[in-house]
Structures are given as C-alpha cells and as structure tokens.
C-alpha cells in the first residue's frame, strides 16, 4: 500500500468544488507539514498548498489564496484539500507530499527537496 493515496479528483465545471483527500496512516517518517502540489499538462509542477501538521499554520500558493483550504485530521491520518470556485487554469494532475516546512511544499516544491509523494489524482475543471 502505498504511504500517501490521493482520492477525489473528478471532472467538473468551472465554479464548481471538489474536495481531495490524501491518506497517510502508512506513512511512519516524521515530516512536520503535509501538502499539495500539482503539475497541469505539459507544464511544470506548483505547490498549491501546504499544513503543519504540528502545529496547524497554512500557506497558500497565489493563485489559489481565498479558493482553496487545506486541513488536516490527525486521528485519521488524513489530508484534506477543499477546491471551490473551480477554474479551467486549475486543471491538473493533484499530488499529496510531504516535507519540513510548508514553504517548502509551496515555493519549492521539488521531488528532491520533500520527504515524499503520493501517485496523484486528476482534476480537470471544464469552462
């Protein structure tokens, strides 16, 4: 079983929301912050958002500020991603990871630089 599984991406129309989740209770390394990072088609990846899982700070990509909420439920190992007001733009292949700081998943979201990566789920948002 994998340590990171995604779930939730589907096919939607612009304005609308979908919620992906991302179980961890396989994954045992002590990484203080989950996230979420994606990679449209044919473009390079962007780190969306990002918790402390420890202590329960957040940061948020720009061009997701004030649509997107990630959160975390600790008893069930469990991250969460809430979309609303869905754009074309954020069409893309959704990533769960892990790594030391949200900042980190956010602003350098390279494979090298986190501790770990889920297989992905799709979400493609039709105008």
């Known amino acids: 079983q994998a340590e990171l599984a995604e779930s939730g991406g589907d096919s939607v129309q612009a304005g609308g929301s979908l919620r992906l989740s991302c179980s961890a209770s396989?994954?045992?390394?002590?990484?203080?912050?989950m996230g979420w990072v994606r990679q449209p088609p044919e473009k390079g990846r962007e780190g969306v958002a990002a918790i402390n899982i420890r202590v329960g700070g957040t940061y948020y990509g720009d061009s997701v500020q004030g649509r997107f909420t990630v959160s975390w439920d600790n008893a069930e190992k469990t991250l969460y991603l809430q979309m609303n007001d869905l754009k074309p733009e954020d069409t893309a292949m959704y990533y769960c990871v892990a790594g030391a700081t949200i900042e980190t998943i956010v602003l350098n979201p390279l494979e090298r630089a986190l501790d770990a990566w889920g297989q992905g789920t799709m979400v493609t948002v039709s105008s």
């Open positions: 396989q994954y045992t390394y002590p990484s203080a912050a």
